[in-house]
T-cell receptor, first 111, second 114 residues
Framework: AQSVTQPDIHITVSEGASLELRCNYSYGATPYLFWYVQSPGQGLQLLLKYFSGDTLVQGIKGFEAEFKRSQSSFNLRKPSVHWSDAAEYFCVFGATNKLIFGTGTLLAVQP | NAGVTQTPKFRILKIGQSMTLQCTQDMNHNYMYWYRQDPGMGLKLIYYSVGAGITDKGEVPNGYNVSRSTTEDFPLRLELAAPSQTSVYFC?????????????FGSGTQLSVL
């Protein structure tokens, strides 16, 4: 069955530190993968997407993600976190006619 | 502004009451979706529609109904509200089913059933 797992429910990092949010998927073929961000009380914003090709994808706000087929992973990274990055992040799998969401990782940023 | 508009933004219902969550998009998208988001969880698909007159169930359809009489509108109906339906509801649309990079979300409706 198709599924997405985000093993970290909550992460706290210091402002300026690097960030990596983990995502693992379960699917037999090449998946469509996304990272969305949801700021408090807001809707969802697409950060980046992977369909095929280059396994390192760049997104908005300085985020990037790397697709690793051998590890069934699509981890999100940012070299230097800003206080405005505090939000909930969802790894999402694109299935036929629907998106399958991970449970999310809540990011807190310490000054 | 073009996009997906949801109304209302907030609503409190009593158990057993009914209501309709409205969703309208002005981008002429064929596909529309309703998701619910429970605290600490990702979004779960309730229903989706691939075009006017065509709807199908998602992962969690029980307790809900939908209709799609026009391309623009995709209302979600709760007939007998239950506390388990307390959630944030998101409507979304896309031109076609696989065009996820063109997926637009509404700003959500926060529903409490007491």
């Amino acid at each position: 069955a198709q599924s997405v797992t985000q093993p970290d429910i909550h992460i706290t990092v210091s402002e300026g530190a690097s960030l990596e949010l983990r995502c693992n998927y379960s699917y037999g073929a090449t998946p469509y993968l996304f990272w969305y961000v949801q700021s408090p009380g807001q809707g969802l914003q697409l950060l980046l997407k992977y369909f095929s090709g280059d396994t390192l994808v760049q997104g908005i706000k300085g985020f990037e993600a790397e697709f690793k087929r051998s590890q069934s992973s699509f981890n999100l990274r940012k070299p230097s976190v800003h206080w405005s990055d505090a939000a909930e992040y969802f790894c999402v799998f694109g299935a036929t006619n629907k998106l399958i969401f991970g449970t999310g990782t809540l990011l807190a940023v310490q000054p | 502004n073009a996009g997906v508009t949801q109304t209302p933004k907030f609503r409190i219902l009593k158990i057993g009451q009914s209501m309709t969550l409205q969703c309208t998009q002005d981008m002429n998208h064929n596909y529309m979706y309703w998701y619910r988001q429970d605290p600490g969880m990702g979004l779960k698909l309730i229903y989706y529609s691939v075009g006017a007159g065509i709807t199908d169930k998602g992962e969690v359809p029980n307790g809900y109904n939908v209709s799609r009489s026009t391309t623009e509108d995709f209302p979600l109906r709760l007939e007998l509200a239950a506390p388990s339906q307390t959630s944030v509801y998101f409507c979304a649309s896309s031109p076609l089913g696989g065009e996820y990079e063109k997926l637009f979300f509404g700003s959500g409706t926060q529903l409490s059933v007491l």
